[in-house]
């Protein structure tokens, strides 16, 4: 039996409603640590409510309360709402016994796995995750950063680790907030962020003035990692991730430098480390998977930002096309039976955001 810590707080602010109320907090299993702080697994009931009518499973994010600015973090999520993204159900402040510090707690939704967790259980198995739920996890994250960047909100930490999943119902969430921005046009915002092996080579370059299409690099990472069932670019240093992506894209154009930072001093990388066409290139890198993917690939891991596909655009490529079959079902793992995914609920500011390609993406084969 895990240790259990079992707690009451007076002041529990439930998120749609905004009411606070007295609230008993059962944690028993801590489920991620990082620089940011610590997630753990918990079931809160109202205080004065049933004692055997807990709410959950939760997943509680716990990070110093910062006092010098409001958390962007809880501010995000107190916004979105959407079936691809993870969820704030409660919030509260806390005082740790162990340092005295004041602790801000954001109660999830809580999902059985991440994606990262999900390619690593099919490369051990000597497999990769099977196309048709790498094509529904795919979409739905597209779906999510839609929606995300329809704000100008950049989640700016794309990678497996930060993408929940259920195998069971093959539905992905994105979670972890802890670095998402709302970009204002033509402000800078820092340029070191995102995980090394997931950063967006105008970022890798010191670009301070970027836009959305920084988390589109991730998707196309994160796509390329389902695929190879490992990172893509692994660099060991962010110069050396250049290089890597230098191995698959060829070498930067000198106007990539110039758009994203004309101060910039680091190696460029202008010699071509292949010899054959970066099409080529794609598909000896990617030789087991399907032309369509590789075609996708093509279309979001490149330099300039502004060529990068939009999420629109992902979400009505060809690749895709397989979901909007009337029969379309996929077996979660180990399962006899299918699942029916519901993909296509767009509501009607997705749809504004899709402007004019909502009735291609809504048309079925």
Aim: hydrophobic share 35%.
């Amino acid at each position: 039996m895990p240790d259990v810590n079992e707690y009451v707080l007076d002041r529990v602010t439930e998120n749609i409603s905004s009411v606070t109320s007295a609230m008993v907090v059962r944690e028993y299993k801590q489920i991620g640590e990082g620089a940011f702080g610590t997630v753990v697994e918990a079931v809160l009931r109202p205080y004065d409510g049933p004692t055997d009518q807990w709410l959950g499973p939760f997943a509680i994010k716990r990070v110093p309360a910062q006092t010098e600015y409001k958390s962007r973090e809880l501010e995000l999520l107190r916004v979105v709402n959407h079936p691809n993204i993870v969820s704030l159900r409660y919030f509260f402040d806390k005082p740790s016994s162990s340092d005295g510090r004041v602790y801000q707690n954001l109660v999830m939704e809580c999902l059985p796995s991440n994606l990262q967790s999900e390619i690593k259980y099919y490369k051990q198995s000597k497999y990769t995750i099977p196309y048709p739920h790498m094509k529904a996890y795919t979409f739905q994250l597209a779906r999510a950063m839609l929606y995300l960047h329809g704000f100008g909100i950049s989640h700016r930490d794309i990678k497996p680790s930060n993408i929940l999943v259920d195998p069971s119902t093959v539905t992905l969430k994105i979670c972890d907030f802890g670095s998402a921005k709302k970009l204002e046009p033509n402000q800078p915002s820092v340029s070191y962020i995102c995980s090394r092996y997931y950063r967006a080579p105008e970022l890798i370059v010191g670009c301070s003035i970027y836009t959305t299409k920084i988390d589109v690099w991730g998707l196309g990472c994160v796509v390329a990692e389902m695929f190879l069932g490992k990172p893509i670019f692994q660099g060991q240093s962010p110069e050396l991730q250049l290089k890597e992506i230098s191995k698959l894209l060829g070498p930067p154009p000198k106007t990539f430098f110039f758009k994203s930072n004309p101060h910039y001093r680091g190696e460029m990388f202008s010699n071509k480390l292949f010899s054959c066409t970066v099409e080529e290139r794609f598909e000896q890198i990617f030789s087991n998977s399907p032309p369509d993917a590789i075609d996708l690939l093509l279309k979001i891991l490149v330099y300039d930002p502004a060529q990068r596909a939009s999420p629109r655009r992902i979400l009505v490529h060809p690749f895709f096309h397989e979901l909007k079959r009337e029969k379309f079902q996929v077996y979660p793992r180990g399962a006899t039976e299918p699942v029916t995914l519901n993909l296509f609920n767009f509501s009607n500011y997705e749809l504004e955001l899709l402007g004019s390609l909502k009735d291609e993406l809504l048309m079925t084969n």
